[in-house]
Each structure stands twice: as structure tokens, then as C-alpha cells.
């Protein structure tokens, strides 16, 4: 079968070129900056791609698959869509764009507590099938209900964030005013009058909110009272006194997201926790903390026959995904890949075809089984043995044909 390419976008980074173009200044800082100077943002990537894997070309090959099973769902791809912030700031309706493509070619969609479209809305697009990550509320009883909620709407998966104790240092977030309190400037007014697109669609779909919240947010708040609420709704630090409840109440897969330690893995494993992402929060939180795929090898190696060990943070492509399960990763997911890919796209940036000529089509055939492909240390110099076939314009295609 023939596919069809999009030749003005055969990267990420075309997309996310053309993202730049499309939305304002503040909205496309908030999505593509990290912390502090960026350094553990820029090392997630850079670390990643030292990974390099070693072909064996002339072992026989019967065939190759991208389906994986994952808490005894089998998915079409070994990729998902992370929970995002704000998603609806950086393209208007975007998690509703995004749901609704992850369930069209049966990929996980995990959404945020402050994203910008309810558990109620994501669970009715995705038949139940959507993926939910809890901030963690100061109050038990917010707590619980956020929870009720998701066992609800049929979330199969919990995902409780552990890596924001506090909120990170983002300099381009004060700078744009998207820090708590939130402040809107001349300055934003004037970059959104710039992309008339973006502001018609904002119009459209109305001013994104937190919509999780909205039912425990007391009405008419000004910015400054917004930013006091957050910071009293919502403690961060997560420890066996906080967690222990929550694998009590919940009754679905539990998993825990933002581990770089061995020492948080035994925890979790301890706790009865179904699963871990190794995830830095895509380099958002400790600018000098280890990139992703660094604690991923070992914790892996270690504990991946224990508990299912996922990764996030850095992943940008077909092939980085594959670097990715190769280094131990049962599953991948990625925030900014689909996010460049809306608001590059809009409406369109969900759109695909048939899984069956989506994401990472394996064409080497002998790393046909990429979990089963090796990590040499120091690595093996040589071609990643995965080639991507995508049309990564309107599509949920992550990467590119290699060149």
C-alpha cells in the first residue's frame, strides 16, 4: 500500500517549526522550553540518540509487528501520548484532537488533572479507554473524588506523578506570565493578534481552562485568586503515606510517573504498584538532574521482571522510541512530538490513516523484535535498523523516513 507523504513536513522538526509560526510566542515557549537553561531538556534528546543499535542483517526474519501488550491490553504501537499541561493554550481543543486519534488507532492517551478538557469528555471520546494522571491534591477528600471520578469514566490506568515536589524554575513561563499567579500582558495580547488562526480557534472553543477543577474552583476568579488556589489545592511530594491509600481505593493499574531511581522503583514495587515511567517530566523540573534513558538501563536490567517499566521525556521519533525499547523500555510515550503536531496542524495534526501504515514500521528485518536488539557499552557503531514511514502531516506518525 502506497503512502502518502506530506513533503512540506517529513520531520518533527518540521512541525515544530511550523508550530512556532502558527501560535503565539507565550504559547509555544510554554510548550517547547524546560527549566532553568535547559540543560536536562537538551540532554534528554542528546543522551537518548547515543543509543545506537547493532543490525544483524542476515538473520532469517518472518515478519515484523508494532502491536504490544501492555497490563493485557494489546496496543497497536509501542507509543502513547503523555499528559500534557494546558494543553488547549497551545492549540485550542487539542486533548479532545489528540483522545480521539489515540482511540481511532488504539494507542494509550493519558490526560493531565490541569489539562484543559474534563475525565468525563476524554472518557466519552475514548470509550473509557483513556489513561489518567492525578496531581496530587492537599485535601483527601479532592483527592478521592478525582479518583471516583476517573474509576467512573472507566480509566483503566492511574498514573500518579511523583517528580513535581515543588514547581520548577521556567523563566520563560515568568517572563510570559503563565507562572502561578498567572498575569495576561500587552505583550501577549499583542502576539495572539499575530495568529489570527490560533485566535479565531480560541474564540471558538473559549478561553482553556482547567476543566477537571471546575467543579471544586470557586466561581469568578480573578488570575491572582487562581494562582492562590492552585498553590493550596495541590501538594506534589508523594510519599508511602500518600500512596498506600490510593492503591487501597484504586482497583485499576496503578502507575507510577517521573522515577530516576532505583530506590523510588523498590518503593513502588513494594507499594504493589503495577508499573513506572522513567520520565524527568520532559526536562521541566531538575535542570541538573540525569537525562531519561540514563537510569532507564539499569533500572530496567534490574527490576523490568518485577514491574512494567515505561519511559518518557526526549522521545522524538520512530527511531528514538526504538532506542528507547532497546534500552529496556517495555513502552514509550511523548508529550511535545503531538503537541508540535497540532498546533503545526490543528485540527488535522490528529488525523491518520490505518494503523497498519502508522508509526514505526520495522523494515530491517533483523531487529524485527527491537526488545531483543542489544545495547553495546560502550555502543556499537552502526545504523539504527528501523526506517519510519509517515505522511507527518495530518497524521499521528512521530518521525520521518530516514535519510
Same mark, same amino acid.
Given at each position: 500500500?502506497? +503512502? ?12 515544530? #517549526? ?6 503565539? #510566542? ?42 504490544? #501488550? ?16 494546558? *494543553? ?10 489528540? !483522545?480521539? !486519534? ?42 478521592? @473524588? ?16 511523583? @517528580? ?42 473559549? +478561553? ?21 488556589? $492552585?498553590? *493550596? ?10 500512596? #498506600?491509600?490510593?492503591? @487501597? ?26 508499573? +513506572? +515511567? ?60 503531538? $503537541? ?44 539504527? !535498523? ?18
Amino acid at each position: 500500500m502506497a +503512502i502518502k507523504i506530506d513533503t512540506r513536513y517529513p520531520s518533527i522538526d518540521d512541525l515544530r #517549526k511550523r508550530a512556532q509560526q502558527k501560535i503565539p #510566542k507565550f504559547a509555544f515557549e510554554y510548550l517547547d522550553g524546560g527549566c532553568n537553561e535547559d540543560v536536562n531538556l537538551i540532554r534528554n534528546t542528546s543522551e537518548l540518540r547515543e543509543v545506537q543499535l547493532k543490525p544483524n542483517y542476515l538473520r532469517n526474519h518472518g515478519g515484523s509487528s508494532t502491536k504490544t #501488550k501492555l497490563f493485557g491490553i494489546e496496543y497497536d504501537a509501542p507509543f502513547g501520548i503523555a499528559p500534557v499541561g494546558l *494543553q488547549g493554550l497551545m492549540w485550542p481543543n487539542s486533548p479532545e484532537i489528540l !483522545a480521539k !486519534a489515540a482511540f481511532e488507532h488504539n494507542i494509550p492517551f493519558i490526560l493531565s488533572t490541569v489539562t484543559t478538557t474534563s475525565i468525563e469528555r476524554v472518557a466519552e471520546l475514548t470509550e473509557g479507554k483513556a489513561w489518567f494522571q492525578l496531581y496530587h491534591p492537599t485535601e483527601n477528600s479532592l483527592r478521592d @473524588d478525582i479518583i471516583k471520578r476517573a474509576a467512573t469514566s472507566e480509566c483503566p490506568v492511574l498514573v500518579i506523578l511523583c @517528580d513535581v515536589p515543588s514547581f520548577g524554575h521556567r523563566p520563560r513561563d515568568i517572563r510570559n506570565g503563565l507562572a502561578m499567579p498567572p498575569k495576561m500582558n500587552v505583550t501577549n495580547i499583542l502576539q495572539a493578534f499575530g495568529r489570527p488562526h490560533w485566535s479565531l480557534q480560541t474564540l471558538k472553543h473559549g +478561553i482553556p481552562g482547567f476543566a477537571n477543577l471546575l467543579p471544586y474552583m470557586p466561581k469568578n476568579l480573578d488570575l491572582k485568586q487562581l494562582g492562590k488556589f $492552585m498553590d *493550596q489545592t495541590f501538594s506534589g511530594r508523594l510519599n508511602e503515606e500518600k500512596i #498506600k491509600p490510593i492503591r @487501597d481505593m484504586w482497583k485499576g493499574k496503578l502507575v507510577l510517573k517521573g522515577v530516576a531511581s532505583h530506590y523510588d522503583t523498590e518503593q513502588a514495587i513494594r507499594l504493589g504498584l503495577d508499573g +513506572i +515511567i522513567v520520565s524527568n517530566h520532559g526536562g521541566r523540573q531538575l535542570d541538573a538532574g540525569e537525562s531519561s534513558i540514563k537510569p532507564l538501563k539499569t533500572i530496567a536490567e534490574k527490576y523490568g521482571n518485577q514491574i512494567e517499566v515505561m519511559m518518557d521525556s526526549g522521545i522524538r521519533s520512530g527511531v528514538d522510541v526504538a532506542r528507547s525499547l532497546a534500552s529496556g523500555a517495555k513502552f514509550t510515550f511523548m508529550g511535545r512530538s503531538f $503537541m508540535y503536531c497540532v498546533s503545526a496542524l490543528g485540527k488535522n495534526g490528529g488525523k491518520a490513516k490505518k494503523l497498519s501504515d502508522l508509526n514505526i514500521i520495522i523494515k530491517h528485518n533483523n531487529v524485527a523484535r527491537i526488545k531483543q536488539a542489544r545495547i553495546s557499552r560502550p555502543p556499537i557503531v552502526g545504523v539504527p !535498523a528501523l526506517v519510519r514511514i509517515c505522511d507527518s502531516g495530518p497524521s499521528l506518525r512521530i518521525g520521518c523516513p530516514s535519510a
